[in-house]
């Protein structure tokens, strides 16, 4: 082996193990936690605020409280009152992830 192959291939270890360090220690954007989609209306509050906490997409939601009628900004949605938490009106960032809302 060339002395100038031996120093390429010490540089592309070097590359790989600072990219690695580098992808370790970048910040992760929070993921909505993935568990057994709850079924019926929202009953368990503090679980459900720890789940928007995490910022889901909408179809994150979807999946997660499938009977849950999910209205983003924009949408049409009658106005009848709701008292069993069946129907959440949803903020969304930047990137289309839900960060709040009322039920309504």
Do not use: W
Not at 37 to 55: M, Y
């Amino acid at each position: 082996m060339t002395t100038g192959t031996h120093h390429a291939m010490k540089t592309a270890a070097l590359l790989l193990c600072l990219l690695s360090l580098a992808a370790c220690a970048a910040p992760t954007q929070q993921t909505a936690v993935t568990t057994a989609p709850t079924a019926g209306f929202v009953t368990d509050l503090p679980r459900f605020e720890q789940f928007i906490s995490t910022a889901p997409t909408p179809e994150q939601f979807r999946a997660q409280y499938p009977d849950v009628t999910l209205v983003l900004p924009g949408s049409i949605a009658t106005k009848e009152m709701r008292l069993n938490k069946s129907r959440y009106f949803a903020q969304l960032d930047g990137n289309g992830r839900i960060t709040g809302g009322q039920f309504q």
